[in-house]
């Protein structure tokens, strides 16, 4: 696992499929929220599969990851390899993980993973 500073940090997030313009408009506001001038990521990377993201977190190629309108089959996987690697797997508000609630927040570092949960605006969705 990596970095427990934010600006050190690689952040790894993907659009989803939805072009919903609500959707989209907090994607973009969440993306913004770790790549400002206040508050900034060293970097950002979308690979387009929450499993190589994942994979991304447990190796430490990347220090933060999360996603909303993932579905189970697409993170249950990646959850456990992450746990297996020592970093922190949560739902995006922080609480515990919960891998129907279609939203994931992964971290090489529970100080990461409280800095991006404190950062995120949520989105409710319809459980898998």
């Not at 997030?13 to 939805?18: A, H, L």
């Not at 739902?91 to 939203?103: L, V």
Request: net charge negative; glycine share 10%.
């Amino acid at each position: 696992m990596s970095s427990t500073d934010l600006s050190q940090s690689l952040l790894i997030s993907e659009f989803g499929s939805s072009r919903d313009k609500e959707k989209m408009d907090l994607v973009f506001s969440n993306l913004g929220s770790f790549l400002n001038e206040k508050n900034s990521a060293h970097g950002c990377r979308l690979l387009g599969s929450a499993a190589l993201d994942m994979c991304q977190i447990a190796i430490g190629g990347g220090d933060m990851y999360y996603q909303y309108e993932i579905h189970v089959w697409d993170i249950a996987a990646g959850a456990l390899i992450i746990r297996e690697a020592g970093g922190v797997v949560w739902d995006t508000t922080g609480g515990p993980f919960d891998m129907m609630s279609r939203r994931v927040l992964c971290a090489s570092s529970e100080k990461l993973a409280r800095t991006i949960a404190e950062g995120l605006t949520q989105m409710e969705l319809q459980r898998d």
